[in-house]
């Protein structure tokens, strides 16, 4: 047709165009294409959520009918609401629980198993690592009959060496660190993986030579290899605050956020509200959940590098 | 190679403070292994002794009433192949998913200069501050708009490639000399060629690596599964795991009473035993994977 | 956390025994046109023998023919998937449909169990998958309540006969939209051999103040800590209720308006302080190992609980079976009411059901039919001798002992015991859509009371004003 001959971009043209752009890109358009799966999946199934959480948080919607526009009213409830900044700061107990404890055990094992002269090095290894590759339902378990109130191991062992028990799981006090160590016996081996690699960036030449000088083990460890370590400890803790601030799966198996709300975590807590298909506040609840995470993650390098100096 | 901390001996006392040291060392470390260790063995021995005994007597080693009972028991009531079944198809979809596209996005990321590769890299890393269980209920929304809900799409795609995988091949891959890409290069190889020739066969270690920690992770993995999975014959192994503990909070079952503690273990010992096997058999790889290629920060 | 789904209830939880072939049914030959309902239920009332004892109430028994216009096609057909809690109830349920594909042959019963509590929120909200009828505890049913269908008309026939608490239980918004399953009267079990070792009359037991001063007496004499308090936030709040039924009140009235903040409320959080202070209360979850050890121990003489707590006297608390025995619940004020309910639940058909009218008359059949209710509640491949920890909540069926007196209690005639006390519920008992939201406030208050941390006034007012303001005011 006459008109559309008219539009009809000359062929030379969209060729010299094309070779233009992929200069422009850097020569080459392989690399889009090698990141772009990774962009469609997360478009599809992250992004799209995301946008869709955003505005259900702004609404009120219980399963039925249409979601009602309210604005921040969800925002300024769970703002203002004790049971919210109570899954906050079980959170933050419990990254005190963890991540310091985390790291410290983990360079230290990964140290003793760096030592030249040890044996069955791949047997320690391999005994550390098991617990990670345990299904975490299955830890539950064992920790509920384990740290049972009445009948569990570690009463009974308590009990016969005639020292205090107590309702590990079902005392509010004792249910955070119990679930702490769970969290812990499951992850250590893999952060003693970390560490272990760490460790072995470090040049054996460094110690030789502070050897020499007459260090002792303790003063090798202190001014070598920690400061190496460094980089990596800061890594870690911030790998391990963004997963303590997310745990879902470990209040969900073993506690069920119990007793007394006291190990619903920040992550835990909405799902109360996805239970009791108040949607609506749930939505906002896993938006504030990630501005927070948003947040650390932004500032914990910044403030870890600032310890470096 | 390892770093040493130990002291050059120069006296007959350190030699001997050398030795209690390792000593030490050992003993300290078989704790370790010990502590870590036992719950598992536990299970294990404890899913062949009767329901009622775990729950009462947890700790004893008696080994007079062992026997298959809570294994046949658990299997008649709960189709444990259908799990196993379900979780194969999952991990081998999503492992190949993985194992495909992570490794090309490091590759473009590590070793190509385009436009833009300094934010979208950010972006993926941005991708991983997100908490999964913030997209819950609006994917599952979103999958039963698609019609997907109770499907393998459903369980396979979301997040099917992650940004720590392609963080970590992006890592590995920068290690990899140019030299050997600049001749591929000259050899006419096509981008994708370079990956698929040249950069995959030398990252073997660091791909085993990713491929047992993916499998462990997809394996692992319930939250998602359990809130997807609508029908009992879609189930991965582990919503059957959970729905065998969750459905008997109080240990019971059957109208006799018996505590079910028992079919609790039997069924986490299996859902266990196919990863620890596979773990064992690859251990040394998976170590070997992450330890090549350290972590510099 | 206030989602009771994680925490059972009465009935024991059998691990999931569905396969994958569907649940067809073998249709028996008979003519489908021959049977009506008026034939079949005078068929049927002949045919009971068995377990006709004295009739408990004649008040309950049945207005003579009901006969209503049928609905439906004389031969209906199609497929249902009916959804149900794995567990002994699933088994019985289950053993139902033969019973009922003989009266309606071309019904397909897909019968599959299924963790309702957390799979039925998520379903009817995406609408995929979406059962025909499903199994649903009353706590829970406001909260989707748009989601079911209105089955006013069809169940216009029984409403007369059901009873007045759970017809409201199972009505929103005027709508009658939920199948009444089972009436959990509250019962006070108490441990017949310690009474008497202590010397106390559990006859003389007619008031809360009266059982206070009996635990005391048995307290000193036997050195123990008899009454049974409840541990677990949520059947704790369920608990109280119970408590508060008798006295005529739930947390909300008809037009759902909070009144925990009022002298009902009040007399049940200072008697249970009352006991928890002078230590006559032994505190356990819910037939959990600890309770358990408690009861087997001998620590509890007095079990004041839903009727189903007899579920842990026949199968868990081994070492005491038959020594308990069953009263009505002591009374708040002199001559007030002896009963009172605790929980219960319900069957739902969902709006966005394939085949709706086919899973009525399905729940139809289960409730409201002898042949029905006979082979639920009554003797059954699952319970020999009939499940004797419910009661239907539908009048006719409450004229007939269904269940054969426990051996657990003794023999002692638990069925008269509990119509007659069925026979005082007050009806006032509402569930608020926010009831299990409220667990995080009212139940745990009502637990840190127990714990000695709040008095009964801060508890009232606290939970109150959290409820008012988080729950109520956001709805």
Request: hydrophobic share 50%; charged share 15%.
């Amino acid at each position: 047709m006459k008109a559309l001959d008219a539009q009809r971009i000359p062929p030379a043209a969209t060729a010299a165009a094309f070779f233009r752009a992929r200069r422009w890109v850097g020569g080459s358009f392989a690399p889009y294409t090698f990141i772009l799966p990774f962009f469609v999946v997360f478009a599809a199934f992250g992004l799209y959520p995301l946008l869709y959480t955003f505005r259900l948080s702004l609404t009120y919607w219980h399963g039925s009918g249409s979601p009602r526009f309210i604005g921040l009213s969800n925002y300024s409830f769970l703002l203002t609401d004790s049971l919210f900044w109570q899954s906050i700061g079980n959170s933050a107990f419990l990254w005190l629980l963890i991540v310091p404890v985390q790291t410290v055990f983990s360079v230290l094992i990964a140290v003793i198993l760096s030592a030249k002269t040890l044996r069955l090095r791949w047997l320690f290894r391999t005994a550390f690592l098991t617990p990670y590759v345990v299904p975490l339902v299955a830890v539950a378990q064992i920790w509920l009959i384990f740290f049972d109130g009445t009948d569990g191991a570690v009463n009974t062992i308590l009990h016969m060496a005639h020292l205090p028990t107590a309702g590990w799981l079902t005392d509010p006090t004792w249910a955070k660190p119990t679930m702490a160590l769970m969290v812990l016996w499951k992850n250590c081996g893999f952060s003693i993986l970390i560490m272990l690699a760490a460790l072995q960036s470090i040049p054996e030449a460094l110690y030789e030579a502070a050897a020499l000088d007459g260090a002792g083990a303790v003063r090798l460890f202190w001014r070598i290899t920690v400061p190496m370590l460094r980089r990596t400890i800061s890594f870690f803790v911030i790998i391990a605050t963004l997963g303590v601030l997310q745990m879902f799966a470990e209040p969900y198996v073993l506690t069920q956020g119990g007793p007394y709300n006291s190990t619903t975590t920040a992550g835990y807590h909405l799902l109360d509200y996805i239970n009791n298909a108040d949607f609506g506040t749930g939505a906002a609840n896993s938006f504030l959940l990630m501005l927070l995470v948003i947040a650390i993650a932004l500032l914990l390098p910044w403030l870890l590098r600032m310890g470096e100096e | 190679m390892v770093a040493n901390v130990s002291r050059v001996p120069t006296k007959r006392r350190t030699a001997a403070r050398l030795a209690i040291g390792d000593l030490a060392r050992h003993l300290a470390l078989l704790l370790v292994a010990l502590a870590f260790l036992y719950p598992l063995f536990w299970v294990t021995i404890s899913s062949f002794k009767p329901g009622d005994d775990i729950a009462t007597s947890p700790l004893s080693l008696d080994l007079g009433n062992l026997s298959l009972d809570n294994y046949s028991s658990l299997l008649s009531a709960v189709p444990m192949g259908v799990g196993f079944k379900n979780t194969a198809i999952v991990v081998i979809g999503k492992g190949l998913l993985t194992m495909f596209f992570c490794p090309l996005a490091g590759f473009a990321f590590a070793k190509f200069h385009f436009r833009g590769r300094k934010v979208l890299f950010t972006l993926v890393l941005g991708t991983m501050m997100l908490p999964p269980i913030v997209f819950m209920i609006p994917l599952l929304l979103e999958m039963g708009t698609l019609g997907w809900v109770n499907s393998y799409q459903a369980l396979i795609l979301p997040g099917s490639i992650g940004a720590f995988g392609i963080f970590w091949m992006r890592q590995q891959i920068s290690e990899v000399p140019d030299d050997l890409l600049d001749a591929g290069r000259m050899d006419g190889c096509s981008p994708f060629g370079l990956f698929w020739r040249i950069v995959l066969p030398v990252l073997r270690p660091a791909l085993a690596a990713l491929a047992i920690l993916t499998f462990i992770d997809v394996y692992n993995d319930f939250v998602w599964p359990v809130v997807i999975i609508n029908s009992n014959d879609m189930q991965t192994l582990q919503v059957m795991l959970s729905a065998v503990t969750t459905q008997i909070n109080n240990a019971q079952i059957g109208t006799t009473g018996q505590s079910a503690w028992g079919e609790i273990l039997a069924a986490c010992a299996l859902a266990t035993l196919p990863l620890l096997v596979l773990f064992v058999i690859l251990q040394r790889h998976f170590i070997q994977g992450v330890l090549a290629g350290s972590v510099k920060g | 956390m206030g989602s009771p789904k994680l925490n059972t209830t009465k009935e024991a939880l059998i691990v999931n025994k569905q396969t994958d072939a569907e649940k067809a049914s073998t249709p028996e030959t008979i003519p489908a046109s021959s049977v009506t309902r008026g034939t079949f239920l005078k068929g049927a009332a002949a045919a009971t023998g068995a377990l006709l004892a004295a009739p408990a109430a004649s008040a309950f028994a049945a207005s003579s023919s009901r006969m209503a216009a049928p609905f439906f096609p004389k031969s209906p057909a199609g497929q249902i998937v009916i959804w149900d809690r794995a567990g002994d109830l699933f088994q019985v349920f289950d053993a139902t449909i033969p019973a009922f594909n003989k009266k309606y042959p071309n019904i397909t019963v897909k019968h599959v169990a299924v963790d309702v509590d957390t799979k039925l929120p998520t379903t009817l909200a995406t609408g995929v998958n979406v059962p025909d009828g499903a199994f649903y505890e009353d706590n829970n049913l406001p909260i989707q309540a748009a989601h079911y269908t209105d089955i006013t008309k069809w169940i216009q026939p029984y409403v007369a006969d059901i009873l007045p608490y759970k017809l409201a239980v199972n009505t929103s918004h005027g709508r009658i939209v939920g199948i009444p399953f089972d009436l959990d009267p509250g019962l006070l079990y108490y441990r017949e051999d310690l009474l008497a070792k202590a010397g106390v009359d559990p006859n003389a037991i007619k008031t809360y103040d009266d059982l206070f001063t009996a635990a005391r007496t048995v307290n000193q004499k036997l050195r123990i800590k008899p009454i049974r308090l409840e541990q677990t936030p949520v059947s704790g709040q369920q608990w109280v209720e119970m408590f508060a039924n008798q006295q005529g009140v739930s947390m909300v009235d008809a037009n759902g308006k909070l009144q925990i903040n009022s002298a009902p409320y009040s007399r049940i959080m200072e008697w249970l302080q009352r006991v928890s202070t002078a230590g006559l209360g032994t505190r356990v979850p819910l037939f959990s190992p600890a309770d358990i050890s408690a009861v087997n121990s001998g620590q509890i003489a007095f079990f004041p609980y839903a009727i189903w707590a007899l579920y842990g006297i026949q199968f868990l608390f081994k070492k005491t079976t038959g020594l308990w025995r069953a009263m009505p619940l002591p009374a708040w004020t002199p001559g007030g009411a002896r009963g009172g309910v605790m929980g219960g639940s319900s069957f739902i058909i969902p709006n966005q059901a394939r085949n709706p009218e086919l899973a009525w008359l399905f729940y139809e059949f289960l409730m409201f039919n002898p042949a029905g209710y006979r082979a639920v509640f009554g003797r059954n491949k699952i319970y020999p001798g009939g499940i004797n920890t419910l009661l239907p909540s539908y009048k006719p069926a409450l004229a007939h002992q269904l269940f054969e007196n426990p051996a657990a209690l003794g023999s002692q005639d638990l069925w008269n015991v509990a119509v007659s006390v069925a026979k005082e519920i007050p009806g006032s008992y509402y569930y608020a859509p926010w009831f299990n939201q409220a667990v995080s406030y009212f139940g745990n208050d009502v637990q840190l009371l127990l714990d000695g941390k709040l008095t009964p006034q801060q508890v009232l007012t606290r939970s109150s004003s959290d409820i008012q303001s988080k729950l109520i005011n956001r709805s």
